[in-house]
Nanobody, 124 residues
Framework: VQLQASGGGLVQAGGSLRLSCAAS????????MGWFRQAPGKEREFVAA????????YYADSVKGRSTISRDNAKNTVYLQMNSLKPEDTAVYYC??????????????????WGQGTLVTVSS
């Protein structure tokens, strides 16, 4: 199973980025996918997650209202659209996949697979 995250880059504050995470090697009939981020010197934190069935979503308060997570089941791909970016959004963003289970997975320990991370840098 491979998770390939992409879409990171350098953007000015107030700008937007769209992250993608393509999963290969597995077909998801349940579970979900999520995005986490780790800023320099900080622990990794939850950003957003979505279930494969039903598309239920959940967002961290820090990105709620500015970000949208979506999925394309046919492509096994999840997206994170981030708008109104702030310097404090600067981090390495990781996507993760949970193969089975109900509900929106919020905790790192619920995920089975992790991508390599993509760096998002927001300049002030």
């Amino acid at each position: 199973v491979q998770l390939q995250a992409s879409g990171g880059g350098l953007v000015q504050a107030g700008g937007s980025l769209r992250l993608s995470c393509a999963a290969s090697g597995l077909t998801f009939s349940g579970g979900g996918m999520g995005w986490f981020r780790q800023a320099p010197g900080k622990e990794r934190e939850f950003v957003a997650a979505i279930t494969w069935k039903g598309g239920s979503t959940y967002y961290a308060d820090s990105v709620k209202g500015r970000s949208t997570i979506s999925r394309d089941n046919a492509k096994n791909t999840v997206y994170l659209q981030m708008n109104s970016l702030k310097p404090e959004d600067t981090a390495v963003y990781y996507c993760a996949a949970r193969h089975y289970g109900l509900g929106v997975p919020l905790k790192e320990g619920l995920y089975d697979y992790w991508g390599q991370g993509t760096l998002v840098t927001v300049s002030s």
